[in-house]
Structure formats: structure tokens, C-alpha cells
């Protein structure tokens, strides 16, 4: 077998869970982790049949292929102590030598730079939801290539880019930049300008965005007379010359600008953090505690705190729940009748129309955390 190159913690599987809903007390999770290694090559069925899955998961069983079959690899992964190979064309199949031939190569990076300013989303169609836009210029990394899209990291976030406006680049990964001090609390300022968000602290560096005259950011760190700042779900810096100290009061529009930021991050059931994932409920935890609100835990929880809102009344930052015979979903109302939301496994954070969900539930009902 050839040498394969270890890529990244991509997923923490949940194996057993049991919520007592009479008590409402967590009794326990067990996970077990799942590492993948990027790898390219092919794999031959030997059995005379054998199943494919749907995600990373054993039990996610979707189709049957047939001895002689071949397909391209992308990925090799351990779920729950075994091996399982993950094939370009988006389904997984064991690695199990006694079913499968498989040659393996060793992948190493590949870098392009955009063309122009190209949107990076959830998946390989336009008909996918933009988790941000990519700058004329910019270096991305490049993960894996699908029907004339590739799958790029960018900025820490990682999603799909059609290949026609990305070209080859001639330059290694840039040097990560020297890490800013932090800022030590919560610290919003608004622009006394129209004003550049740029990739780095200086004007060399390429513009992500312009934010209006009078816009709110959130200070995230300084260095140099520069602001490392978060604006509409952004990161990027922008001229302290040009930022006045704002009222510390935390707003629907800060919940809404923060959350943005995690558009792309994948669902896990069960998931806390940007770097596991998250469920519905885990996000919305997320983003209030870092402005230091306390929310409960559990999605039907956090539809019985704070204020009743009717959904005529909506603002961004509002918190929207839904079920059927109890509330099983919940999501942040981000304003024009869209919610960003966790939406269910194998799927990513996303902006969501409400029509459906208000349609489709017999449960629906809003609550305000922020006054």
C-alpha cells in the first residue's frame, strides 16, 4: 500500500445518545473520532456485490455496485475502527481489502488563484447556497475537482469554486501572518467612512469588501493601527484611523454578522464548536455565549427562554423553532424572511428561506434573547 498523507480531523461520529424527554436529563453520548487522509488512485470491486454509503457512516448504506466497477478516490477515513474510502463521486466504500483493489496515491497541495471575485459555495452547482466571496486574486487551496468545480480552502472556510474562473498558480501556500494580539472583551466600532475590509493589515493587501459609512463591526484583535474586524459575516482588517468606539450593547444585527461567519461548517448531530460542527441547537449556543448570553442547550429548551415575539414582528438575531409534536428545530432569523440554521446531517450551515419550514411544521413560534 502507498504512503498517504494525514489531511485533517474532519469529524466526530456520534454513536449512541439517549435524551430522556420525561426529565429532559442527558443521559450520555460516546463518540468515536474519524480522521481522514487525502489520497487519489482508484479502486476496483472484487466481490461480486458490495454496498456504498451515502456519508462516512456504516450505516448510511445507499447503492450497490458490481464486481469489475472502478472509481476515483478522493479520501481515506477511519469511522468506528475501520477503513473507508471516499470516492469522487461523493459516495463512500469500504476499504476492506478482502472486497475491494484498490492503488493509492499520494496527494500533494495544489494552489490556484482566482480570476475574478468568485463565490465559494456549499456545493458544486450554482444551485448551491454562497457561504462567502473570494477576491479577483486570491490564492485558494484545492482539495478535489467535480464535473468543473473544484473544492477550495480560503480564509479558514472550505467549499466549492467553479474551476473556469480559478488557474493554476505558480506560488506556494502563503506564510501564515503573524498572529495579532488579542483583544481581551467583546469591542464593536463603527466606521467614520466608507472604508476598505482587506485580507491583511496594510493597503498591499487585496480589498474583501467595503463597509458603508457608519457600519458596526466587532473589534476581533489590533496590530500595527489595524483592526482585525468582523462585519455581515466577514473577517478581514480595516484602518483603526477610520473606527470609532460604538456602544458596547450587543444587537440582533451582531448576532446575525457573527453567525454568518460559520456558513459552510458542516452538521454534526450533537456538535458545539466550527471545528466539530453543529446542530441547530449547538450553534445557536455558540453564537449567544460568545456575547456572553447563556442559552440552554436543547433546541425545545430554547424555544421556552426569553421573550415570546410573533413572527410578524421578526428581527435579525430572533431565534425561529419549529416541530410537530414538540420543537425539534430552530434557527436565527437574519431578516428579508431567511434563517441561518444547522439543517440536518450531511448538510452544511446555510440561509434558509422560512417559507418552507412555516409550511411544513405544526409547531412555529419565535423568541428574543436580546432586548
Keep these: 500500500m502507498k504512503n498517504f498523507k494525514l489531511k485533517k480531523l474532519i469529524a466526530t461520529a456520534i454513536l449512541a445518545s439517549v435524551i430522556t424527554t420525561t426529565s429532559g ?3 450520555g453520548r460516546d463518540t468515536a473520532s474519524v480522521y481522514a487522509a487525502e489520497i487519489a488512485g482508484s479502486v476496483t470491486v472484487t466481490a461480486g456485490s458490495l454496498w456504498t454509503y451515502a456519508r462516512a457512516d456504516w450505516n448510511a448504506k445507499t447503492q450497490v455496485v458490481n464486481r469489475g466497477d472502478s472509481f476515483s478516490l478522493s479520501e481515506k477515513i477511519v469511522v468506528d475502527g475501520r477503513e473507508m474510502y471516499g470516492l469522487t463521486n461523493g459516495l463512500y466504500i469500504t476499504a476492506n481489502p478482502a ?13 490556484k488563484t482566482t480570476t475574478e471575485n468568485l463565490n465559494m459555495r456549499t456545493g458544486n ?4 447556497g454562497i457561504i462567502l466571496t473570494i477576491p479577483k486574486g486570491s490564492q485558494v487551496e484545492v482539495l478535489s475537482t467535480l464535473n468543473g468545480w473544484d473544492q477550495v480552502t480560503y480564509n479558514g472556510k472550505t467549499g466549492w469554486a467553479s474551476a473556469k474562473y480559478l488557474t493554476a498558480s505558480a506560488v506556494s501556500a502563503p506564510a501564515p501572518a503573524p498572529a495579532p494580539a488579542p483583544v481581551s472583551s467583546v469591542t464593536f466600532k463603527n466606521t467614520t467612512h466608507n472604508l ?13 469588501l467595503t463597509i458603508p459609512q457608519g457600519g458596526r463591526v466587532e473589534v476581533l484583535a489590533s496590530m500595527n493601527g489595524w483592526d482585525q474586524v468582523l462585519y455581515n459575516g466577514q473577517i478581514g482588517w480595516s484602518s483603526a484611523k477610520y473606527l470609532t468606539a460604538a456602544s458596547s450593547q450587543v444587537t440582533g444585527e451582531d448576532i446575525v454578522s457573527y453567525a454568518k461567519q ?14 466539530e460542527g453543529f446542530d441547530c441547537s449547538g450553534i445557536i449556543k455558540y453564537v ?4 456572553g448570553i447563556t442559552t440552554p ?3 425545545r429548551y430554547q424555544a421556552t ?3 415570546e415575539v410573533s413572527m410578524d414582528a421578526l428581527r435579525p438575531g430572533d431565534l425561529i423553532y419549529f416541530g410537530r409534536d414538540t420543537v425539534t428545530h430552530i434557527g436565527i432569523y437574519v431578516g428579508g424572511n431567511d434563517m441561518l440554521h444547522a439543517p440536518e446531517p450531511g448538510k452544511f450551515v446555510e440561509i434558509k428561506d422560512l417559507t418552507w419550514h412555516v409550511n411544513n411544521y405544526r409547531i412555529v413560534g419565535a423568541r428574543r434573547y436580546i432586548k
Design 297 to 299: 442547550r436543547v433546541s
Design 196 to 208: 476598505n475590509m482587506r485580507t491583511g493589515n496594510s493597503t498591499d493587501h487585496s480589498v474583501l
Design 305 to 307: 427562554f426569553g421573550e
Design 288 to 291: 449567544y455565549g460568545h456575547y
Design 99 to 111: 472486497y475491494i483493489q484498490a492503488d493509492e496515491v499520494e496527494v500533494a497541495s495544489s494552489y
Design 125 to 128: 452547482s450554482t444551485s448551491y
Design 262 to 275: 460559520f456558513l459552510g461548517v458542516k452538521y454534526t448531530w450533537g456538535g458545539n464548536s466550527p471545528e
Design 25 to 27: 436529563t442527558f443521559q
